[in-house]
């Protein structure tokens, strides 16, 4: 028997051994899963944002099978058909699902604010943060090289004059978005919420009207004049209480900085 043919039939011999050893492995060591997480998974759109408090929706489908007290209407960017599906699978009665937009917490656009300087690094707000805070005069303020704009799904960002916008009819609020901001400028709310305060410049007033002119000066207009009690300043920045305000619009009529606006509508 000549050398090659012996080393033939040995390799030939170790890889019949090792698809038994594979084979017995796959059997002994299989582990069962639920039918329902994947029946579960295919009612979910698969952005994987993480908006249900999970990983992403294969951890959201585990848990639903594993925890019956779990809510179905967790998933923001699938919304009702999501919800409705995952209580025809496992069984639930689906819940309303809040529609959710994202606010950016900033309206320092170029008219009201200006570069401190020249800023010639990576094209990225990671990268322009690690810079000296990026090249604006506000260190809170929009970066304005669209981290945001470039990751979100649904194309739902955009820039214009320095600062990112939202187009409300095409945003999921899965949320992907806000863990792209170095700033922490945007954040998932309520579509029914119609105001917010958009800065999130916490220095002193005079401090935040020589970086942009549309900052929060602390001026507590909007807490005096609110007679629903929704508005505090808190750290030299107001905020609102959600639960108390109506919507009335007299805090935006106040506000002489102009950063408590009324959020666009879904049309």
């Given at each position: ?20 050893i ?7 060591m ?5 039918e ?22 294969d ?10 007290s ?19 699978v ?93 700033n ?18 916490h ?59 009324l959020?666009?509508?879904?049309v």
């Amino acid at each position: 028997m000549t050398p090659i043919i012996t080393a033939v039939i040995v390799v030939t011999a170790i890889g019949i051994i090792c698809a038994i050893i594979l084979s017995v492995a796959s059997k002994v060591m299989y582990v069962h899963e639920d039918e329902r997480i994947s029946l579960a998974r295919e009612c979910l759109p698969g952005a994987n944002c993480g908006a249900c408090g999970f990983a992403g929706c294969d951890g959201y489908a585990k848990a639903l099978v594993e925890d019956e007290s779990l809510s179905v209407s967790l998933c923001t960017p699938g919304g009702a058909d999501a919800a409705s599906g995952l209580a025809e699978v496992l069984g639930r009665t689906a819940g309303e699902v809040a529609r959710k937009v994202v606010a950016v917490n900033c309206c320092g656009d170029c008219d009201v604010t200006e570069d401190k300087m020249d800023y010639r690094g990576v094209d990225t707000c990671a990268g322009a943060k690690l810079f000296f805070g990026g090249k604006g005069k506000c260190p809170y303020g929009c970066l304005g090289l669209g981290d945001c704009v470039k990751i979100c799904p649904e194309s739902a960002l955009y820039l214009e004059n320095g600062l990112v916008h939202v187009k409300p009819r095409l945003c999921t609020g899965c949320g992907i978005c806000t863990r792209a901001c170095p700033n922490n400028l945007l954040e998932t709310i309520p579509v029914e919420y119609k105001v917010m305060v958009a800065c999130s410049n916490h220095d002193k007033g005079a401090v935040t009207r020589k970086a942009c002119t549309n900052g929060c000066i602390a001026c507590k207009m909007c807490e005096k004049t609110c007679e629903q009690g929704a508005f505090t300043v808190i750290d030299n920045l107001a905020v609102i209480d959600y639960e108390k305000c109506t919507g009335c619009g007299a805090c935006v009529e106040v506000c002489k900085p102009g950063c408590i606006i009324l959020r666009p509508t879904l049309v």
